[in-house]
């Protein structure tokens, strides 16, 4: 399967799990980024105390959607391997003459 395939559908939009890939390739490039700064200013990585302290209320927001992201990572994963396994599983059938 080429690339256009996989990355857009049959209208030619960006399809749900596209989106849904690229979304959780930016949180995490972002939370890696901003480990790395954290490391760089203060020589340890931050923990989630440091987040309450610093963040106070926006935390829980914060948590709230990382949640919603790894519940999204969840979902694709589980999709790709449904698609997997369909796929496979209709090597077998014979196309009909």
């Known amino acids: ?9 049959s209208s030619g939009q960006w399809s749900i799990q596209t989106l849904g890939w690229l979304m959780v390739a930016s949180w995490f490039c972002a939370s890696l980024l901003s480990q790395t700064m954290y490391i760089v200013d203060n020589g340890v990585p931050y923990g989630p105390e440091v987040l309450l302290e610093r963040l106070g209320n926006w935390y829980w927001i914060i948590a709230i959607v990382e949640l919603a992201i790894w519940a999204l990572v969840g979902i694709l994963v589980y999709a790709r391997v449904k698609k997997v396994k369909s796929l496979s599983s209709s090597e077998y059938i014979v196309p009909a003459r």
């Not at 399967?1 to 559908?9: G, L, R, V």
């Open 1 to 9: 399967m080429d690339n256009e395939t996989m990355q857009k559908d």
